[in-house]
Nanobody, 124 residues
Framework: QAQLVESGGGSVQAGGSLRLSCAAS????????MAWFRQAPGKEREGVAV????????YYADSVKGRFTISQDNAKNSVYLQMNSLKPEDTAMYYC?????????????????WGKGTLVTISS
């Protein structure tokens, strides 16, 4: 059964860190790429980071470059998002997704499976 389960969200103060985890079933992890997206209240969903599972290539949205790091553990069928230097504007529901592709600037994608999300709240 294909599924994605996110964890690690929470509430921290600005400047703090969080690490999100996404556990995938084996069938899900076989997708071409895994990515993190986020959606703040009243805003559209936006791409945050993507990792291509075979090559390990990664791409980030400009808003998180230098602060967030996406990584994978193939043995655990898991993807992680290390978030440092968090800002109030990072507050959103964060979703893990698996699919075919995400473009290099994270503005367009073709994803097949989505998790239910984990909430990240950053206070100033």
């Amino acid at each position: 059964q294909a599924q994605l389960v996110e964890s690690g969200g929470g509430s921290v103060q600005a400047g703090g860190s969080l690490r999100l985890s996404c556990a995938a079933s084996a069938a899900t992890y076989s997708r071409n790429c895994m990515a993190w997206f986020r959606q703040a209240p009243g805003k559209e969903r936006e791409g945050v980071a993507v990792i291509y599972t075979s090559s390990g290539n990664t791409y980030y949205a400009d808003s998180v470059k230098g602060r967030f790091t996406i990584s994978q553990d193939n043995a655990k069928n898991s993807v992680y998002l290390q978030m440092n230097s968090l800002k109030p504007e990072d507050t959103a529901m964060y979703y893990c997704a698996a699919g075919r592709w995400v473009n290099a600037i994270l503005s367009s994608w073709d994803m097949e499976l989505w998790g239910k999300g984990t909430l990240v709240t950053i206070s100033s």
